[in-house]
């Protein structure tokens, strides 16, 4: 009989002997992932780095493909996980996978071997939402389904003000919806169900109710102003703004910016080519006559005692109201803007008839009836135009002149508001204004007026000097002599025709594009 160390000894011997055989059948080969390991719910055992890749990214695709529903207010919105920015990384997972078996020493190996061919070993990967396109789709595909809510309308029908029920809105929240559905994809283990998720919305309530919009009922200020009519260009401008304006309603707190009300200047939007102020000159512009209609409405703002936010003079003073009482539109830097600074909505009417163009703002009349506003322009200081700058026209003889523009004189001005109330008068200032002045402009000739050449007289035939001798005869025997010789008048060189001088511009103001 053995000893029993030789009889242990033996046991561990064969022990060990079956562990390593049974470790080298079990091995996974070189380069390939053991048995029984998975990555995504993808069996990888037996695979290649780059084939478990290929193998996970096909069933990562069909994750992308799964659905996403969203129930935005009862409106359904269809799309992929793709399309909101799933996006996978399985890297780091699969160096993890090809590394089981093969850590440790042989037992352990062995024993990890056995575990995951008997119950399996997992890895995960790493998948996110890509936060920025999943916003983007929140944004327009579900918010375009909420509706603002809609404040009363006031509107002009027949000479009357007509006032139409405000409505509630839906607004969605962005940032909470965006969790949601973090949340549910993270949630979400079936990838061929489709994921509901609704969306963050709550109800707006309207700002203005049709009882507070019925309140706009009183002419709080009204303005109207004169132009040529005959001017047909300028007369369509100063019409075509003022029906982009009219009907306006500008609620409390809001801005109105005549310039965004009435742009773009341009032959699309109704416009044609008429005279504004252009580095102190007058030169057609499209648009040109729009000046008029802010000008209009800013005395109507004055009168109605809203808010001027911004207000500009014109380059050079304008002949339809007196200085500081205008307000000029040019480009984006020169515009008319006044708050609605009432509780109330206020309405705009304006339009044009024979050669007038007029504003009435509509609001809710507070002020006491005794009270009376008025306003005063007053010139603190006059610029002279200065010498005429002469233009030189070498097509044109030296004798022509022409007055191509009047001069304009400069003024400085301060637009006082005068206020009686309870017997009390106050006076505040409104603005000042400095106006530029402009030289007369003339147009001269240059062109050199050639000398006549001399006349060259051709020789006398033989019976020119017979006539000649026969007719001295006859004045010698007496028929009336001319003592000394014979004055010969030049003809007057024939003047040029006067140029007529144009049409006097219309003092027209800068607009979109005219510089200063």
């Known amino acids: 009989m053995l000893p029993a160390f030789i009889v242990i000894f033996l046991m561990f011997g064969i022990i060990a002997a079956y562990t390593f055989f049974s470790y080298q059948s079990m091995c996974p080969k070189e380069g390939t992932i053991c048995e029984g390991v998975t990555v995504e719910h993808v069996a990888v055992g037996g695979m290649t780095k780059e084939q478990a890749a290929e193998a996970v990214r096909q069933e990562t695709e069909k994750r992308g ?30 160096d993890e996978a090809l590394k089981v078996g093969r850590k440790g020493n042989m037992i352990e190996n062995y024993r990890e071997i056995k575990q995951a061919r008997k119950n399996g070993i997992s890895f995960g990967i790493d998948s996110q939402m890509d936060v920025k396109v999943l916003k983007k789709f929140v944004k327009k595909k579900c918010k375009k389904l909420c509706t603002s809510a809609q404040n009363a309308q006031i509107s002009m029908q027949n000479g009357e003000l007509v006032y139409t029920d405000s409505k509630e809105g839906i607004t969605l929240d962005v940032d909470e919806t965006v969790e949601r559905i973090q949340k549910a994809v993270n949630e979400s283990k079936d990838d061929t169900s489709v994921i509901h998720v609704s969306a963050k919305t709550a109800v707006e309530k309207p700002k203005i109710s049709k009882e507070t919009a019925e309140r706009c009922k009183d002419k709080i200020g009204t303005f109207s102003t004169t132009f040529n009519a005959g001017n047909v260009n300028r007369s369509k401008n100063v019409a075509n703004a003022a029906r982009l304006i009219s009907g306006s309603v500008i609620y409390p707190g809001e801005t109105f910016s005549v310039h965004d009300a009435i742009s773009p200047l341009t032959e699309e939007n109704g416009y044609y080519a008429a005279a504004s102020y252009n580095q102190g000159k007058v030169e057609d512009t499209l648009g040109g006559g729009v000046c008029q209609v802010s000008t209009t409405l800013y005395n109507a703002v ?47 009417q304006g339009g044009t008839y024979s050669g007038t163009i007029y504003f009435t703002i509509y609001g809710e009349e507070t002020r006491d009836a005794d009270r009376t506003v008025t306003f005063e322009s007053e010139v603190t200081d006059t610029i002279e135009p200065g010498a005429d700058k002469i233009t030189y026209d070498k097509t044109k003889p030296e004798s022509y002149q022409t007055v191509t523009q009047e001069a304009h004189t400069g003024y400085k001005a301060i637009l006082w508001k005068i206020v009686e109330e309870n017997g009390k008068e106050s006076k505040t200032q409104v603005n000042s204004s400095t106006y530029a002045a402009s030289p007369r402009y003339v147009t001269k000739g240059s062109k050199k007026e050639e000398d006549k050449p001399k006349v060259t007289k051709a020789p006398q035939t033989e019976q020119e000097k017979t006539q000649k001798e026969e007719q001295s005869e006859k004045k010698s025997s007496g028929e009336e002599k001319t003592q000394g010789k014979t004055q010969v008048q030049p003809q007057a060189t024939p003047q040029p025709a006067a140029t007529q001088a144009p049409e006097e511009a219309p003092q027209e103001a800068e607009n979109d594009g005219v510089q200063q």
């Open 302 to 348: 004055l009168r109605a005692e809203l808010e001027v936010v911004e207000r500009s003079p014109h380059s050079m003073v304008v002949s339809y109201v007196k200085p500081s009482m205008d307000a000029a539109i040019a480009g984006d830097y020169k515009d008319f803007k006044f708050k609605n600074n009432t509780d109330v909505p206020v309405f705009i």
């Open 65 to 94: 493909r799964q659905v996403l529903e969203m129930d935005v207010n009862g409106q359904a919105v269809m799309t992929t996980l793709a399309e909101v920015g799933y996006t996978f990384s399985a890297e780091g997972f699969l």
